[in-house]
């Protein structure tokens, strides 16, 4: 079976432009989470999704960033403008909505903004 | 203070032996998980418990909920189980709370 996919693996981008992340949960999964990993704050969550439906985005750092899951397979993190600060690896995981379940991590998206 | 506090921050160890890494926790929770991550890697979820002990293969993972404290013990290290190992808490029903990481070196 195919895990959490991720998409692109790299983005560097230049201050300023828009940048678009992509996940495609594990089939069957409802639950959708959105983490950020850095070296000075380590792994935070920034957003979950339960049902396609948002229920904890106290994480997200400001308004320039956004979350959304169109259907209940794939979710997109956007960032708009970029800052030099977001630079991170972003990773989305997905579970079944059930507290027993761990959460199954995709590889993860390397930003870099410039 | 972070709410999910890990030691050692690194540990360098020689092939074979015994590893031990811990985490104390000060918040209410329903779950506690180990992760694993390999440089550059991907996040692997090798525990999630929330009482007593789980085995797996050479890896065990204990929790003493008295007490918000769990560790992870690597039996015969090997160098491939070099990464870095990552307590987290389930907060509620489904939200992680992660710590900052053991960063574990073994050398043939």
């Known amino acids: 079976d195919a895990g959490v996919i991720q998409s692109p693996r790299h983005e560097v981008t230049e201050m300023g432009q828009e940048v678009t992340l992509r996940c495609k949960l594990i089939s069957g999964h409802n639950s959708l989470f959105w983490y950020r990993q850095t070296m000075m704050r380590g792994l935070e969550l920034l957003i979950y999704?339960?049902?396609?439906?948002?229920?904890?985005d106290s994480g997200m750092p400001e308004d320039r960033f956004s979350a959304k899951m169109p259907n209940a397979s794939f979710s997109t993190l956007k960032i708009q403008p970029s800052e030099p600060r977001d630079s991170a690896v972003y990773f989305c995981?997905?579970?079944?909505?059930?507290?027993?379940?761990?959460?199954?991590f995709g590889d993860g998206t390397r930003l870099s903004i410039l | 203070k972070n709410e999910v506090e890990q030691s050692p921050q690194n540990l360098t160890a020689q092939e074979g032996e015994f590893i031990t890494i811990n985490c104390s926790y000060s918040?209410?929770?329903?779950?506690l998980h180990w992760l694993q991550q390999h440089p550059g890697g991907g996040i692997v979820s090798l525990f999630m418990?929330?009482?007593g002990k789980k085995k797996h293969g050479r890896l065990i993972a204990t929790i003493n909920i008295q007490e918000k404290h769990s560790s992870l013990h690597i039996t015969a290290s090997h160098p491939r189980d070099s990464a870095v190992y990552i307590c987290?808490?389930?907060?509620?029903?489904?939200?992680?709370?992660f710590g900052q990481g053991t960063r574990l070196t073994i050398n043939p």
């Open positions: 918040v209410g929770i329903s779950a």
């Open positions: 418990l929330s009482s």
């Open positions: 995981a997905s579970s079944l909505y059930r507290s027993d379940q761990p959460q199954h």
């Open positions: 999704f339960n049902n396609n439906v948002p229920i904890d």
């Open positions: 987290a808490v389930t907060q509620g029903a489904q939200k992680l709370v």
